[in-house]
């Protein structure tokens, strides 16, 4: 069954400073061919930009990231995000998670975690960060004793990395933030967004396909 993790082979993790940015960044990751979008709710305005999102592209499919409290999960949804994806996962914050009508992805650092997600259900997870918890290596030791299990691995991912996470069988997409760098978006290069993202996209879409066939 297609679950969130299958939409795309990568899942831009994007941080909004300037409200006024939000629109044009998703209609940039859309024109890329990226269809989904994972705003982080780190930034005073982050909610502004979500609400921009939902309401001015709704074809894009909209996720709020960094989530850390039940109340912000609330809000998040109330203001148009479909799924939510958090860094962490106390047992208070996934089963409220779990509780909403939404996909979510908590975030997953350890076999320990992961298997405190599995016992309520849930087989999809964040992996994250994805370098310093032990990279691609971490997933492929793992994917034997736990094979239910998927990861979307974000924290660290670049293009040049993306493939050897996306050769395992048990990660059928990357989270990154290098589609919309703070650079692009402070001087409002949209074009440079979609270039990335179209990059990101065909480099994905080859490293699945060498999985698919069993290619290294």
Known sequence: MSTLLDLSPIIPVVTIEDPAHAVPVARALLAGGIGIIELTLRTERSFESLNAIATEVPEIRLGAGSV???HQADIA??????FLVSPGATVRLLDHLLA???????????VSEALTAAERGLTDLKFFPAGPAGGSAYLAAIAAPVPQLRFCPTGGITVDTMGDYLALPNVPCVGGSWLTPASALAAADWQRVTALSAAALAAGRASRTRQAHGGP
């Open 100 to 110: 909403l009508d939404v996909p979510v992805l908590p975030g997953v650092a350890t």
């Open 77 to 82: 949804i109330e203001l148009g995000a479909r």
């Open 68 to 70: 850390l409290t039940p």
